[in-house]
């Protein structure tokens, strides 16, 4: 049968049932939201799984909505099936007190420095990542700057006025 | 081809003052660092090509290692993460050296002022000529060449040594 | 000596014999041949290579945190500095991001003038790849030759829009000017010119017996570990798997053009290599025959209120200034929504995840930088070779900083 939004759908609530939290057509890609405890079972699943064989991850990042109360930090898969030609998301939300997923990164190789990048940005933990530290800012830096409420520019520089930034 | 400074010429023999011809040596045969980071490192490869030709000047030798540079071109964005290492280059070269800040992010952050930017590369090391441009035109780096040519022309022979460039590397907190 | 017989290159198994040390070499950050500041700590076992670490970040400028405070037309600048070597295609994935959650239509002749100014860019990116290889491994005549080529594409970006490397070309929508007759020329001339001189290189390297003993074999990777690393474009090629996402999901008017994409068996750098050269060939194909089929119609699509007025309307009227300034100050009502879109870049899939709330700038833009996906693979492809293969891996990968660290 053919790879699409009913057949995904279909196959993952029957094998997954209550974690499959809800559905939605955006635009051109079918989101789907999962329970983030699940989220390594689901994704083997998705990836060994004959007939849904996802073997190409295309993107994984993150996402920081402070209004969402308990579920700040999302944490975003874009997978594709490459026979098929068939893509969609996925999406796992986080509390921000305690933003730990399992790693995705036994499944899909490449999957190992998204987190990493996702980590320094957002500060998601990803369990039994085998090497989880900052990969892109400097390593001793405390907080995780794309963040909503951490600014973008450097405050502690003296030559730039911000009256005439505009800000 | 360069014109001959001034000074008294007679048969077999031509006098002038030392500084003049040393001057004259290095301004002609600088060897650039090439420090490229990012996109001015590919104007920097166009004014390196046939077509702008940056070897015309003296700059024939790209050296890579810091112990056999004059000039230290940090050509694209220097990142926090990268200062340190910058500046350790520029503590390797030997005197005397010039430094050319080549791009807007190099002069001063450019359009990235962010939290992992360093805003100007003269916050870590003295810098000499700043050649703004995002990227720079190859005739723009040139001009900036040029520029340091004309300081290393002029400069005294005791430059290097006196206590106000001291004072200068001092308030770097380089040695 | 009577080890290293027993050893292969290949990327088996290497059997430190005891009481021998393991030496450290640092590789980087600055570097000659790593073509952009990244570093690699190397283990290794006199020349073999026994493990690697690599650290990345070294210029690092937060291009996402970036965009979330910039209008969507500022963010174009920013794109450009993904993949330097071929900025227009990261301006035009953006535009064609933005129109699709603006769901606005490009006319055919859009279509096809972003076609061809795509496929230039890759050309470009493609030369400078094979070029920097060639240097590296000692043939520098290539580069001397190639590099008037790229300053003939340079000249065809400034007849659009005025910049040379970093060219923020192109409207949300289309094109600020239809093409130029002085654009038309230079099209002419390079499309005449270019195959023969790019003959002449490729005569110079591909068969040359020193070049392939240097390169064939070299840092391999398998199909299934290269689609494991989630690899795109040419790499990803050159180990066997057509994935393009020209052919795949087609933008663009892509699928109207014929042309192949080329495949590697082995995943070495030759075939890396090899699959760069070809692809040159196919993007030539179709600029032809984009550019002789190019049909007529309007420049830019019908959206007023997110496309740039005309530069002389700007200058000679009160209504097209004010409009002006408003689109580029982001004060028009944008729709909120949430787009995923992804362009065939030089070095792979490039893709936009944008999320928007409704405000001025994007909630959230993140780039699928192709550079920072398959970077994580070289420690595993240089494994068991020595440290000059190592080199010639790395050149071959085309990585851009730029990309790589965003």
Same mark, same amino acid.
């Given at each position: 049968m053919a790879l699409n939004n009913e057949f995904l759908l279909e196959k993952l609530q029957a094998q997954f049932g209550a974690a499959i939290l809800g559905s939605e057509q955006v635009s051109d890609y079918l989101n789907v939201e999962i329970d983030a405890a699940k989220n390594a079972e689901i994704l083997?699943?998705?990836?060994?799984?004959?007939?849904?064989?996802?073997?190409y991850l295309t993107d994984l990042c993150g996402v920081h909505m402070p209004d969402q109360t308990n579920r700040e930090l999302g944490v975003v898969y874009h997978l594709h099936n490459l026979e098929? @030609?068939?893509?969609?998301?996925?999406?796992?939300?986080?509390?921000?007190?305690?933003?730990?997923?399992?790693?995705?990164?036994?499944?899909?190789?490449?999957?190992?420095?998204?987190?990493?990048?996702?980590?320094?940005?957002?500060?998601?933990?990803?369990? @039994?990542?085998?090497?989880?530290?900052?990969?892109? @800012?400097?390593?001793?830096?405390?907080?995780f700057p794309l963040r909503k409420e951490f600014p973008l520019e450097d405050t502690t520089r003296e030559d730039k006025d911000d009256r005439f930034f505009g800000r | 081809m360069v014109e001959a400074p001034d000074g008294i010429e007679g048969q077999g023999f031509f006098a002038t003052s030392l500084d003049t011809v040393i001057g004259m040596a290095r301004a002609n045969s600088l060897w650039p660092l090439p420090f490229a980071t990012s996109c001015c490192g590919i104007e920097f490869m166009a004014t390196m090509g046939s077509n702008y030709d940056l070897a015309r000047f003296g700059a024939e030798r790209m050296s890579f290692s810091p112990r056999q540079a004059d000039l230290l071109m940090v050509m694209g964005t220097i990142a926090k993460k990268m200062g340190p290492i910058l500046k350790q280059v520029y503590e390797q070269m030997a005197e005397p050296k010039w430094v050319i800040a080549v791009g807007a992010c190099a002069s001063s952050g450019g359009i990235f002022d962010t939290y992992s930017v360093l805003q100007g590369i003269d916050k870590i090391i003295p810098v000499d000529v700043y050649v703004p441009g995002c990227p720079p035109r190859p005739e723009q780096i040139i001009d900036g060449v040029m520029r340091i040519q004309d300081l290393a022309r002029s400069e005294s022979l005791r430059r290097r040594s006196s206590e106000e460039y001291k004072q200068l590397l001092a308030s770097y907190n380089i040695e | 000596m009577k080890d290293m017989q027993e050893q292969s290159i290949f990327g088996e198994e290497h059997v430190i014999q005891d009481e021998r040390q393991l030496n450290t070499l640092n590789l980087g950050p600055t570097h000659p041949s790593t073509h952009g500041v990244f570093q690699n700590v190397l283990q290794m076992d006199g020349e073999i290579i026994v493990s690697s670490e690599p650290t990345i970040g070294y210029i690092h400028r937060a291009f996402e945190k970036l965009a979330e405070r910039r209008p969507y037309y500022q963010v174009t600048p920013i794109t450009d500095r993904l993949n330097y070597c071929s900025s227009p295609i990261n301006n035009i994935g953006w535009h064609m991001t933005v129109e699709k959650l603006l769901q606005v239509q490009t006319p055919k002749r859009v279509d096809y003038m972003r076609v061809i100014i795509m496929e230039l860019a890759r050309i470009a990116d493609h030369l400078v790849c094979n070029m920097v290889l060639g240097v590296d491994s000692g043939a520098l005549t290539g580069f001397t030759y190639m590099f008037q080529e790229r300053e003939r594409i340079y000249d065809m970006y400034e007849e659009i829009c005025g910049a040379r490397l970093t060219t923020n070309i192109g409207r949300i929508g289309g094109f600020e000017r239809d093409f130029t007759p002085g654009f038309r020329k230079k099209l002419e001339e390079f499309l005449a010119g270019f195959p023969k001189r790019f003959d002449e290189f490729d005569a110079l390297l591909t068969r040359n017996r020193i070049f392939m003993d240097r390169i064939i074999g070299v840092g391999p990777i398998s199909a299934e570990r290269a689609v494991s690393y989630s690899f795109a474009g040419p790499n990803l090629r050159a180990a066997g798997v057509d994935y393009d996402v020209r052919v795949m999901n087609p933008y663009s008017s892509y699928q109207d053009f014929d042309f192949m994409v080329p495949i590697g068996t082995a995943g070495d750098t030759f075939d890396r290599f090899s699959v760069r050269q070809s692809e040159i060939r196919e993007s030539l194909k179709i600029i032809t025959q984009a550019y002789n089929n190019l049909p007529e119609g309007n420049f830019f699509a019908d959206c007023p209120e997110f496309y740039l007025p005309k530069k002389q309307d700007v200058y000679n009227s009160m209504e097209a200034l004010i409009w002006h300034f408003k689109i580029v100050m982001g004060e028009v009502d944008m729709p909120p929504g949430e787009i995923y879109h992804a362009v065939e870049g030089a070095n792979g899939e490039?893709?936009?995840?944008?999320?928007?709330?409704?405000?001025?700038?994007?909630?959230?833009?993140?780039?699928?930088?192709?550079?920072?996906?398959?970077?994580?693979?070289?420690?595993? *492809?240089?494994?068991?070779? *020595?440290?000059?293969?190592?080199? *010639?891996?790395?050149s071959s990968m085309n990585v851009i900083a730029g990309e790589l660290d965003a």
């Open positions: 083997r699943f998705l990836r060994s799984d004959a007939e849904l064989n996802f073997m098929e @030609n068939y893509r969609f998301r996925l999406k796992a939300w986080l509390p921000i007190l305690d933003p730990s997923i399992e790693t995705a990164s036994d499944i899909w190789a490449g999957a190992n420095w998204m987190e990493r990048e996702t980590f320094d940005f957002y500060g998601v933990i990803f369990k @039994n990542h085998p090497n989880l530290k900052r990969i892109l @800012n400097v390593d001793h830096m405390e907080f | - | 490039l893709g936009y995840y944008l999320i928007s709330d409704g405000g001025r700038q994007p909630y959230r833009l993140h780039f699928r930088r192709p550079c920072f996906i398959y970077y994580q693979a070289y420690g595993e *492809m240089i494994k068991g070779q *020595m440290l000059s293969d190592a080199i *010639m891996t790395m």
